[in-house]
């Protein structure tokens, strides 16, 4: 079983990715996870530049901590299986980067004061890519590792055809189908999932009204409760042949032990899902 890790906290998330890093890389860098979790929490909190700090009430820093420590347990076992391509330091850096800044679309420059940055969504993922190759630009990173982390990112684009995506390495495609199975499970995984389900659609109406005309999606959704209903059918119907088919079944590198040991973020989506049918079978009963 993972130890239990408040995804809250900057801090107990980043003492974990250190642990896995020195583990599966004995000579690494032992500055390199406290300096990158550092750029990210100034992104986060306003102080790089002159953004904001985030202010998307879903889409925060905890949901890119959940993301992150999903990555960093799934690369861990994929290490440790000694899959094919073998994972090396460098890519295993690469995509801690990507995890960290895939959100950073949702920030707002300071002279940005109409809504909330969730009125991006559309296009954050974009914006991501675009922040991405600005920090890492004045950090010195190569322009193929600025490529790299931009190819990761767009692997969490919902509509995204993943054959598009310039990957420069088998490698890399791998890392970044790891990016986007812990995108989706860090976040169905957590416990305050359903909870946060109306903060969810709140974003995504907020970007209804902000896109109104352009075809968005966003706008798919009448209610907090239509969410609610959909979210069951989001969960079987895209995410399971999405990180099944499109992101080669990588999850399975999360089982304990593998390859047949349990899979606890999928036993945690499992129990989101099963509260939810309850509530609403609830909500049903009560509403006759």
């Given at each position: 079983?993972?130890?239990?890790?408040?995804?809250?906290?900057?801090?107990?998330?980043?003492?974990?990715?250190?642990?896995?890093?020195?583990?599966?890389?004995?000579?690494?860098?032992?500055?390199?996870?406290?300096?990158?979790?550092?750029?990210?929490?100034?992104?986060?909190?306003?102080?790089?530049?002159?953004?904001?700090?985030?202010?998307?009430?879903?889409?925060?820093?905890?949901?890119?901590?959940?993301?992150?420590?999903?990555?960093?347990?799934?690369?861990?076992?994929?290490?440790?299986?000694?899959?094919?391509?073998?994972?090396?330091?460098?890519?295993?850096?690469?995509?801690?980067?990507?995890?960290?800044?895939?959100?950073?679309?949702?920030?707002?420059?300071?002279?940005?004061?109409?809504?909330?940055?969730?009125?991006?969504?559309?296009?954050?993922?974009?914006?991501?890519?675009?922040?991405?190759?600005?920090?890492?630009?004045?950090?010195?990173?190569?322009?193929?590792?600025?490529?790299?982390?931009?190819?990761?990112?767009?692997?969490?684009?919902?509509?995204?055809?993943?054959?598009?995506i310039p990957f420069q390495s088998e490698l890399e495609m791998t890392v970044g189908f790891a990016l986007g199975t812990s995108d989706l499970l860090g976040q169905m995984a957590a416990d305050d999932y359903i909870d946060k389900l109306e903060i969810l659609y709140l974003e995504f109406a907020e970007s209804a009204r902000f896109n109104t005309g352009k075809?968005?999606?966003?706008?798919?959704?009448?209610?907090?409760?239509?969410?609610?209903?959909?979210?069951?059918?989001?969960?079987?119907?895209?995410?399971?042949?999405?990180?099944?088919?499109?992101?080669?079944?990588?999850?399975?590198?999360?089982?304990?032990?593998?390859?047949?040991?349990?899979?606890?973020?999928?036993?945690?989506?499992?129990?989101?899902?099963?509260?939810?049918?309850?509530?609403?079978?609830?909500?049903?009963?009560?509403?006759?």
């Amino acid at each position: 079983m993972y130890p239990a890790i408040d995804t809250k906290d900057p801090t107990a998330v980043e003492v974990e990715v250190q642990e896995a890093y020195r583990a599966l890389f004995p000579q690494q860098d032992r500055l390199f996870v406290p300096k990158v979790f550092g750029w990210a929490i100034d992104c986060f909190t306003g102080n790089y530049r002159d953004y904001q700090p985030i202010d998307a009430h879903y889409h925060d820093f905890e949901h890119t901590l959940q993301g992150t420590l999903c990555m960093i347990r799934l690369l861990s076992g994929y290490h440790r299986a000694n899959a094919n391509p073998t994972l090396t330091k460098k890519m295993f850096e690469l995509g801690l980067l990507a995890i960290l800044l895939h959100d950073t679309g949702y920030l707002k420059e300071r002279d940005d004061t109409e809504g909330t940055g969730a009125k991006y969504t559309l296009i954050h993922v974009n914006r991501s890519m675009e922040f991405a190759a600005q920090l890492l630009s004045e950090k010195r990173f190569k322009k193929n590792e600025i490529q790299a982390v931009q190819n990761m990112i767009r692997c969490t684009g919902v509509n995204v055809d993943l054959t598009g995506i310039p990957f420069q390495s088998e490698l890399e495609m791998t890392v970044g189908f790891a990016l986007g199975t812990s995108d989706l499970l860090g976040q169905m995984a957590a416990d305050d999932y359903i909870d946060k389900l109306e903060i969810l659609y709140l974003e995504f109406a907020e970007s209804a009204r902000f896109n109104t005309g352009k075809g968005t999606a966003t706008g798919a959704f009448a209610s907090a409760d239509d969410l609610r209903q959909k979210t069951p059918f989001f969960w079987e119907k895209y995410v399971i042949p999405k990180i099944n088919r499109d992101f080669k079944g990588l999850y399975q590198y999360l089982n304990q032990p593998w390859p047949d040991g349990r899979n606890v973020y999928l036993e945690r989506i499992a129990a989101n899902i099963e509260r939810l049918h309850r509530e609403l079978a609830t909500a049903q009963v009560g509403a006759a």
